[in-house]
């Protein structure tokens, strides 16, 4: 599948042409200085964070394993406990999760992840757990729509709707928990690492699907990946991880053009090139990361020039 150009798209009525208006006054995600501790052991996974989004924009986080991705991500969410700063949906603030259930306007945030085995219900029809993301959206004022329908927008059979999780390939369920949390009519989605476990074969389509359909809704959406070679293809704006710190930040043509930090080099000198020679990318030595660990101003906040 081709992804549409990156446009910042315009916010519409939603995934199935029904619904009430959606403003585009203002960033549907505010997140400022947000940080992230673990105390077993002692670690500052996320270390000031601050990133908007806007309605129809997809923003990339990129960087290895281990610099605090899914940590931004769960606390932007509000599965994760922020030790500090403030993280906005619209203007309300978002709440901890704990053991409370999220209010009916916090339905609007929704999150994909990684492995859809961990996020579906394998006792229940895909149908009624899509449902579930249905009956969300009419909470909060929308229209309802059919499950069917959703399952038809990811590229699936629309009579699958009773079948269960367990009847589905990998690739087939993350579309799936793409459906469900789009059924929702989110202003926001959060996808972490949402096509790391999937083939070669299908990881861009998934992803150029999640960008076509969060579009098209008018919802902001935080892509977590570490293929930059997806991201560029996808991402309206990239953001690049740390050691739990943003370092560079702006356009993704922009920073894939003309890296600043150093860290954001060595990232883009890790993408093999298929040139038949079967080279593979130098390792990074100890004293690079050092580098890495610079604060650049110019590096963020990048624009086209």
Not at 54 to 64: I, S
Not at 115 to 128: I, T
């Amino acid at each position: 599948m081709t992804p549409e150009p990156r446009t910042g798209g315009t916010r519409g009525t939603g995934g199935t042409g029904t619904g009430r208006p959606r403003s585009t006054a203002g960033p549907v995600l505010t997140a400022t200085d947000v940080a992230v501790e673990y105390r077993r052991p002692a670690l500052r996974a996320v270390d000031g964070v601050s990133l908007t989004i806007a309605p129809g924009e997809v923003v990339a986080l990129v960087g290895e394993s281990g610099c605090g991705k899914s940590s931004l991500a769960r606390a932007v969410v509000g599965i994760e406990k922020r030790a500090g700063g403030s993280v906005l949906l619209g203007g309300t603030e978002v709440p901890v999760l704990g053991l409370r259930r999220r209010s009916t306007e916090m339905t609007g945030v929704q999150m994909v992840f990684q492995d859809p085995n961990s996020s579906l219900n394998p006792r229940r029809p895909v149908g009624e757990q899509i449902g579930d993301g249905v009956r969300a959206a009419v909470a909060r004022g929308d229209e309802p729509s059919d499950p069917a329908e959703w399952l038809s927008r990811v590229g699936l059979d629309p009579a699958m709707v009773g079948r269960y999780p367990h009847e589905f390939s990998g690739g087939q369920k993350q579309r799936i928990a793409i459906a469900r949390a789009l059924a929702a009519r989110p202003r926001l989605l959060v996808a972490d690492e949402p096509i790391s476990a999937l083939d070669a074969s299908t990881q861009t389509s998934v992803a150029a699907l999640m960008r076509t359909l969060s579009v098209e809704a008018g919802a902001g959406m935080l892509f977590i990946s570490h293929d930059l070679s997806v991201v560029r293809r996808i991402a309206d704006r990239t953001l690049v991880m740390y050691r739990g710190r943003i370092v560079e930040s702006g356009h993704t043509e922009t920073i894939w053009q003309n890296p600043v930090h150093p860290y954001t080099r060595a990232l883009l000198a890790a993408i093999p090139v298929p040139d038949g020679s079967g080279r593979l990318p130098l390792a990074p030595a100890e004293a690079d990361r050092v580098d890495w660990t610079a604060a650049l101003p110019a590096a963020l906040e990048r624009t086209p020039a």
